[in-house]
């Protein structure tokens, strides 16, 4: 539907960051002639994620992914899930500020709400990547991977497994110095 709105008739290229990562590999699977080229910057597969995020998800500890209601669990967020050192955190006032803006635009409970649904509808995706295995090695579409080595979400390990599901005639790997978002060691 998105594709029809902006009247996209031929092949485009798709880029997918994180979870969109993941959305985006659902996509070519389905649709293979439409894509040009894929971009699959820390493409989030619960198969390729780091042991600590998946008991984490298994566990439903939402509070402790990206469910932030509180300050603390924001600067957690920031500090450990996407790296950022805390000597980088953005100044009180715009912490404050973005906990405020958060609290107004969601209720209390909406991010844990969110989380269970996607749990239950991710569920059959947690195989994806080895139930999908011969579709993405048959792609021809020039695909691109980036992962960070000290990414905290996705498994820069398990992510390098990708170069051998993906058709290695049309698959690039690059990992990079960084986590999930920020960079390692103040480097964003």
């Given amino acids: ?86 000597k980088d955190t953005p100044p009180g006032l715009i912490m404050h500020g973005l906990n405020a803006l958060r609290s107004e635009l969601y209720p209390q409970g909406y991010w844990s709400k969110f989380y269970d649904s996607f749990s239950v509808e991710c569920e059959e995706s947690n195989s994806f990547l080895k139930d999908n295995r011969d579709s993405l090695h048959k792609l021809t579409c020039p695909t691109l991977l980036f992962t960070g080595k000290g990414d905290t979400i996705c498994d820069p390990n398990k992510l390098a497994s990708l170069q051998d599901i993906f058709n290695p005639d049309f698959f690039a790997f690059i990992s990079l110095e960084s986590g999930h978002f920020f960079g390692p060691k103040g480097d964003t």
């Avoid at 994180?18 to 198969?47: M, N, Q």
């Avoid at 939402?62 to 790296?83: P, S, V, Y």
């Fill in 1 to 86: 539907g998105f594709r029809d709105s902006l009247s996209i008739d031929g092949p485009f290229d798709l880029l997918g960051y994180s979870i969109g990562g993941g959305i985006a590999a659902h996509y070519v699977v389905e649709h293979a002639e439409r894509i040009r080229r894929l971009i699959l910057l820390a493409p989030y597969f619960y198969e390729t994620s780091t042991d600590d995020f998946n008991e984490i998800f298994d566990g439903k500890m939402w509070r402790k992914i990206t469910a932030w209601e509180t300050l603390d669990e924001m600067k957690l967020f920031f500090n450990h899930r996407l790296g950022l050192l805390s």
